[in-house]
């Protein structure tokens, strides 16, 4: 499966919840803002993201006037970003490219033909956002056994479940959306072969 972390900037809940589930069905970690400032102020905390989907029509700050503050942002110079627009017409999809866009996709789109897109945009490593790989207070022979198992990003979810983040902590400090950090988390759980968030911590915890 496809990772990486996407950023999906988009007014339209529908288009945003409708486009989280097919990213993350696809494997991506996916982030949500639903303006222009919402996405601006995400990315001033965090930078890190492979990629960003931004949809060109929304109030207050469109598309076009995000991508140009996200520019400015350090660490977001050279951020993949894709436009998202029900707007078909060759000028909108030439401003956008001139203006340094990685890509231009009309919407409603085919799911296949978006996902093969995106994944001639976006890096192939995954970054580990959630917990840092040097803490301490873990069995490390234990850690060294899940890493045969599980990916960079749910062996850092591990460690947060393990100190006793929530789902919504969890969320906030990796930038990931609730509803992705309840799905790995369940997936986490059944590729171990444990029943809850205690067992979690009693395995790694020393």
Not at 33 to 38: E, F, L, R, V
Request: with cysteine.
């Amino acid at each position: 499966m496809a990772q990486g972390t996407i950023l999906y900037v988009d007014d339209d809940i529908n288009m945003l919840n409708s486009g989280e589930d097919i990213l993350v069905n696809a494997g991506y970690h996916v982030s949500l803002a639903k303006s222009g400032t919402q996405a601006i102020k995400l990315l001033s905390r965090n930078p890190s993201y492979d990629l960003i989907l931004l949809d060109v029509d929304m109030p207050e700050m469109d598309g076009y006037e995000t991508f140009e503050e996200i520019r400015k942002i350090n660490g977001c110079e050279d951020t993949p970003i894709i436009f998202l627009t029900g707007m078909d017409a060759p000028d909108f999809e030439i401003k956008g490219l001139k203006m340094g866009a990685a890509d231009y996709v009309t919407k409603p789109f085919i799911k296949e033909v978006f996902l093969a897109r995106l994944g001639s945009r976006i890096k192939p490593e995954i970054k580990e956002t959630a917990a840092d790989s040097g803490s301490t207070g873990y069995n490390q022979e234990k850690l060294k056994e899940l890493e045969k198992v599980l990916t960079p990003a749910e062996l850092s979810v591990v460690k947060l479940v393990a100190d006793g983040c929530t789902n919504k902590e969890i969320a906030e400090k990796a930038n990931y959306s609730y509803a992705y950090v309840k799905k790995m988390v369940s997936g986490i759980l059944d590729k171990l072969y444990l029943n809850n968030r205690s067992d979690i911590r009693h395995l790694i915890k020393e």
